[in-house]
């Protein structure tokens, strides 16, 4: 989150301009025919009021 609100403005006025309710967060596996099995942390962030639409933010675990 740091890193978006240093280089993008779009999504820094979105996110300053909106109080967040919380993050819902869940591991997610997937099984690539070439990498074998991949886990990565899934991020979900709701602004308060605003369920949809949502950023969602899949990082390499």
Do not use: Y
């Not at 240093?6 to 300053?16: I, K, M, N, Q, Y």
């Not at 967060?25 to 690539?32: K, T």
Request: glycine share 10%; proline share 10%; charged share 20%.
């Amino acid at each position: 989150m740091k890193h978006l609100l240093e280089v993008s403005a779009p999504f820094r006025d979105g996110w300053l301009g909106h109080d967040i309710e919380g993050c819902s967060s869940r591991e997610r596996v997937v099984h690539h025919p070439a990498d074998g099995v991949l886990r990565f942390g899934h991020h979900r962030l709701a602004p308060a009021g605003h369920p949809d639409p949502h950023p969602v933010v899949q990082a390499s675990v």
